[in-house]
């Protein structure tokens, strides 16, 4: 045998026994449960979260502003659709969104009967190392009624926005979002022109095996 075939032959061997004992993994997946190399979160699984330990959502008349509204509780949740190899795009639909327990220190205004979150499910997608991009789905447009009680009565105020966009955090499975603007469809003049919406919510947990955190790859 030759020198050539020789270490060929070696080569094989080696390869062969490496095979063995370090047998090859399935690529990690954009979703994962308990840590970033776990398991894969499965299509049909549902996300949900409740807003972080020690923050409210807030739904301010400008960018950064401290006017507007505060909610004390919101939540949402998410069933998976697609979760393929890391790097990619995972999908889900948002079933639910809520927003609860709120108060207001818009001037004229003395509180806030009921915000819901219309036109539901809507479609998220989120990217390996990047954002979380929400996106209306086919019963409408990203829509939410706000009903607030005002010194004149109750005014209804309705705001769309064409995406919104988070952030998701591996240090404590989180997902912010930030000054993500919506704009007045319709209501009156006391309607404030534009919501900026601010929450941070997590940690968010695969509730279908048994609340483990979601981490994104």
Do not use: W
């Not at 776990?38 to 549902?46: E, H, K, L, N, Y």
């Not at 207001?104 to 205004?109: D, P, R, S, V």
């Not at 499910?121 to 929400?134: D, E, I, M, Q």
């Not at 003049?189 to 994104?216: E, L, S």
Request: aromatic share 4%; glycine share 10%.
């Amino acid at each position: 045998m030759n020198k050539r075939a020789l270490f060929a032959s070696a080569g094989a061997a080696l390869a062969a026994v490496l095979a063995v004992t370090h047998p090859a993994s399935a690529a990690g997946t954009v979703l994962t449960t308990g840590s970033a190399s776990g398991p894969s979160v499965a299509v049909g699984d549902v996300l949900a979260a409740s807003l972080a330990s020690g923050t409210t959502a807030k739904i301010a008349t400008t960018s950064g502003g401290s006017t507007g509204i505060t909610c004390n509780s919101s939540a949402f949740s998410a069933t998976v659709t697609s979760n393929p190899a890391a790097p990619g795009t995972a999908t889900e639909t948002l079933t639910s969104h809520t927003l609860s327990t709120c108060t207001t220190n818009i001037l004229g205004a003395t509180g806030v009967q009921s915000i819901t979150v219309n036109n539901l499910p809507y479609t998220t997608a989120v990217t390996s190392g990047g954002a979380l991009t929400v996106t209306a789905g086919s019963t409408g447009p990203i829509q939410t009624t706000l009903k607030i009680n005002t010194i004149l009565g109750l005014t209804t105020c309705v705001y769309r926005a064409t995406s919104l966009t988070a952030t998701p955090s591996n240090t404590d499975n989180s997902l912010a979002f930030a000054n993500q603007q919506f704009t007045k469809a319709s209501g009156p003049g006391t309607c404030p022109a534009n919501g900026f919406f601010t929450a941070k919510y997590g940690p968010i947990q695969d509730t279908t095996q048994g609340g483990a955190p979601v981490f994104v790859n």
